[in-house]
Nanobody, 120 residues
């Protein structure tokens, strides 16, 4: 399984972006999917995760601004980000977590990341 992110860009406060995570290799419903981010000088943090039943869990800082979705062909995932703030500036990573009857905390597969910059 290989993950490839795209869609990162530089936007102004209040703007929107849609990040994409392309999946090479069949994952079916074997993996939970997630987005993480890492801002300069900070630790990587989880943004959202989706289990194999498409149930999502968002970090508190998302506060209803982001939406995680799965493409119908299940070969891509999307993170729609609205009302972006300067504190959303970070490298965003797509990740896959092998489902073990639950979604584990540590991903098994990472993408290379895509940069989001939000200017005030």
């Amino acid at each position: 399984v290989k993950l490839t992110e795209s869609g990162g860009a530089s936007v102004q406060t209040g703007g929107s972006l849609r990040l994409s995570c392309g999946v090479s290799g069949y994952i079916g419903r074997r993996y939970c999917m997630a987005w993480f981010r890492q801002a300069p000088g900070k630790e990587r943090e989880e943004v959202v995760r989706m289990d194999i039943y498409d149930k999502t869990r968002y970090a508190d800082f998302v506060a209803g601004r982001f939406t995680f979705s799965r493409a119908s062909a299940e070969n891509a995932f999307y993170l729609q980000m609205n009302d972006l703030k300067p504190e959303d500036t970070a490298m965003y990573y797509c990740a896959a977590l092998e489902y073990l009857g639950y979604c584990p905390s540590t991903p098994d597969v990472w993408g290379q990341g895509t940069v989001v910059i939000v200017s005030s």
